[in-house]
């Protein structure tokens, strides 16, 4: 269900002016999605759920109690607001607790499409169509799903600030196997706008690494120069982005920012030259919310230049409590690319792997970032300057703390999908990087 600014704002004086605590806060979302799932080369499930909630946090002094609900009713919101205020009593203190904000400064959202929140079930269908045909003429079995969506967010508190935000998003993926089950190959992005993501040639990419994956050859693990592409490299970034990014564990020591002997290591270089990361609400790539926690205002935000640390995530209260300025979480993330192409990464390659994704990422010590997975759907040899065959996937051991420190080329920052990513809009490049540890070998496809 998608509710208008005005509702929504409506909604939240509703609940503001029932409330009974000190202060409260007011929490709205809501989405309508429609979607279509297929495998063996056909279309399996279709779909268009969509919902609503509504959120209530309320605060008595340092105790805070919160209940949620999807009854837009004057009776259901009373209810909320009764739930929420039962619960602070019950409460202990918070002794991090900060009175909601005041009113802020908002830029206008720009991850809003109308071609996507247009779009039908049959517009779905028929942008399927040439995957299937494609698969079907090779003799492979393609599974995949194209999801599109519309939402809303609003937040509101006690203290006059309100702020409304509308995003759209559409994602496709695709996996292609061969029939003897030795080759897979797979292609898959987002976008806000629905008539700018090419479902066709997502499939011609799967099918094309389904093809030249087949019966892959067995190497041995170790330190390899490798080609990631930008899927791979989304879920490193965004790892370490948005869970490491953090000043207040950097300060307390328990993140890579540390700086020995106490405190973070802002302004301290810690990755290559080259790397340049940074947020944008309304990037033009890939846009994001124009709000962040507690309902400060996002705002185009710069966390790694020229390998510099620039800037880390900080709450409100670590900020208090430091003598700082509160930093938003990124809602997007943007890694600035190169201009050299995959065929020059590989031509300038005299041994090495191009690994098209990763997965069943977990961390392994949060200190280095040290993580661990497995790559997937297309792992090649390169040899002398050029793809001489298949080879087995990998479980890797790597820290992308050092990765960055190992970047030799980039090519364009391109919109990219990750499955172990942060769950926000990422443009990355494909990155060509040295010594990146493969630990042992995997005989999954």
Partial sequence: MIL??????GITKKIVALSKADSCTVSISGYEDRHIRYAQNMATTNGSPSGVEISVESHFGKRVGSASGNDLSDEGLTALVDASER?????????????????????????????TQSASSEMLAAAIQPV?????AKNLQASGFLEIGTSFSSFGTSKGLFVYDQETNALHTITARTPDGTGSGWAGTTHHDFSKLDVAAMGSVAIDKAIRSQKPIPLPPGKYTVILEPSAVSDL???LIGGEFDARAADEGRNFATKKGGGSRLGESVFGKNITIYSDPNDLVVPGSIYSTDGLPTQRTVWIDGGILKNLQCGRYWAQKSGGQPVPGPTTLTMVGGTTSTEAMIKQTKRGLLITRFWYI?????????????????VFLIE????????????FNESPVAMLNKVTAMGPSVRTYGEESIGIPIAVPTLLVDEFTLSSVSDAV
Avoid at 362 to 378: A, F, S, W, Y
């Fill in 384 to 395: 002398h300057g050029e793809i001489t065959k298949p080879v087995q996937n990998f479980r």
């Fill in 132 to 136: 299937l045909q494609q698969t079907q």
């Fill in 362 to 378: 977990r961390e392994v010590d949060p200190q280095t970032v040290l993580l661990t997975g497995l790559t997937r759907d297309g």
């Fill in 4 to 9: 208008t600014e005005a509702d929504t704002q």
């Fill in 237 to 239: 970034i965004g790892i």
């Fill in 87 to 115: 619960t602070a009593k019950l409460a202990p203190e918070n002794p991090e607790f900060l009175p909601p904000l005041g009113p802020q400064k908002y830029g206008r959202g720009t991850a809003f499409s109308p071609a």
